[in-house]
């Protein structure tokens, strides 16, 4: 592959880690995508790294150090006091107190820390197991206990980076990183998520009063008005804008067969989206995020590592990969008979439809939005 062949960034403390029985995230994801990628034989262990777990010090860049003591209680003692929980909500909103409930968000900050530190000269890395995009400063949100995209771009503008560029295709608004950076025009957010979706943010009229693009797209969002966005919408911004680093949440919770959201994507739109930015600026993270179907999840996020290493998926997968699909279960009612496809390949059918009227001033906010003076800025 090269000296500046994609990096993989990954961690055993997901294989066995969950938020509980009843929650979405029990399902294994990150584990799932690691031995699927290895089954395909995609994976040079010398472009795997093991994900650090971030320091106290480290998450308090962006999160409050008392909120980061009360993550290090919760795990400690497995319970939370009514004060903690109030003030912090933890053990609260569907965040609950688990075995890993600190050291597994502090594993996805330092697996998106160390891609940072990566990419510092230019290159690209996957960190399926980041993108926890709603985590607030001092609070828990939305499953998401510490924001380890808003600490990665933290820290390459400590770096000297001057014009970054947040992505987000989950199905929910990336809300945390929005806010986090609302008064720095350093940093442009761009965020396409379901409208009407938890956490009910993102109006395509809310800018945060900075640097933001909001698309918020209806149910049955599918590939052919995706593929609109990213052409007239996403990618002319893209290079008006001219980043110098490019960070993906990729979530995986817009694909049609995903519990939590009511859009239609098959994970081809994931593929021809990474591949379209793929070279729009020296340095690029690729972070997970939503996705609470194992099989849509671990596929799409396997498939977008193929991507960024220019791999044709197979049509039929090879019996290793096919093992580790037939292992998986799942307690809703989609896991108590999977198509065999969710089996045997890796690439969904496209799903087309009529591209909807929601869409042209959608391309018109985009192309409206002013962004900073781009002279004078180095694309180091």
């Known amino acids: 592959m090269g000296e500046n062949a994609p990096i993989l960034v990954g961690s055993e403390i997901y294989r066995r880690s969950t938020y509980g029985p009843k929650h979405p995230l029990a399902i294994p994801r990150v584990s ?4 699927l990628i290895r089954a395909l034989g995609w994976l040079d262990p010398a472009r795997y790294r093991d994900s650090p777990m971030a320091s106290a010090a480290q998450l308090a860049r962006f999160h409050d ?14 319970q939370v006091s009514a004060e903690d929980r109030a003030r912090f909500r933890i053990g609260a909103d569907g965040n609950p107190v688990y075995r890993e409930v600190f050291r597994r968000p502090a594993t996805s900050a330092g697996g998106v820390l160390l891609a940072a530190e990566l990419t510092r000269n230019g290159g690209v890395v996957h960190v399926p ?30 770096q000297g980076l001057t014009r970054l560029l947040y ?11 929005q806010d986090a950076f609302h008064d720095d025009a350093r940093v442009l957010t761009v965020s396409l998520h379901e409208e009407g979706r938890w956490p009910h943010t993102g109006a395509a009229e809310d800018h945060a009063g900075g640097l933001a693009l909001n698309l918020p797209v209806p149910a049955g969002f599918h590939d052919a008005e995706m593929r609109v966005l990213l052409d007239r919408a996403i990618l002319p911004l893209i290079r008006r804008f001219r980043p110098q680093a490019i960070m993906l949440q990729c979530g995986a919770d817009g694909l049609e ?5 009511r859009l239609s ?38 498939l977008v590592w ?3 290493n220019g791999l044709a998926p197979p049509l039929a997968l090879p019996p290793a990969a096919e093992a580790v ?18 089996f045997t390949t890796l690439l969904d059918a496209p799903r087309e439809g009529p591209v909807r009227a929601f869409v042209a001033p959608l391309i018109a906010r985009a192309e409206g939005l002013p962004l900073p003076h781009a002279h004078g800025i180095r694309r180091a």
């Open 129 to 158: 197991g980041g993108g926890t995009h709603h985590g607030r400063p001092d609070r828990a949100s939305g499953f998401c206990y510490v924001n380890d995209a808003v600490l990665g771009l933290l820290a390459w503008l400590d």
């Open 325 to 342: 699909l037939r292992r998986l279960s799942f307690a809703r009612a989609a896991g108590r008979r999977p198509p065999e496809h969710w």
């Open 65 to 78: 150090p008392a909120y980061i003591a009360a993550l290090q209680r919760a795990e400690a003692t497995q």
């Open 265 to 302: 994507l098959s994970n081809n739109a994931h593929r021809d989206l990474v591949a379209a930015i793929r070279g729009l600026a020296p340095r690029l993270i690729v972070l997970g995020g939503g996705g609470y179907n194992p099989w849509s999840v671990a596929r799409c996020w396997a």
């Open 306 to 308: 193929a991507e960024l």
């Open 32 to 35: 799932t995508t690691l031995d």
């Open 257 to 261: 067969e995903d519990p939590l959201s």
């Open 167 to 177: 992505l987000d295709v989950d199905a929910h608004h990336g809300d945390g990183v």
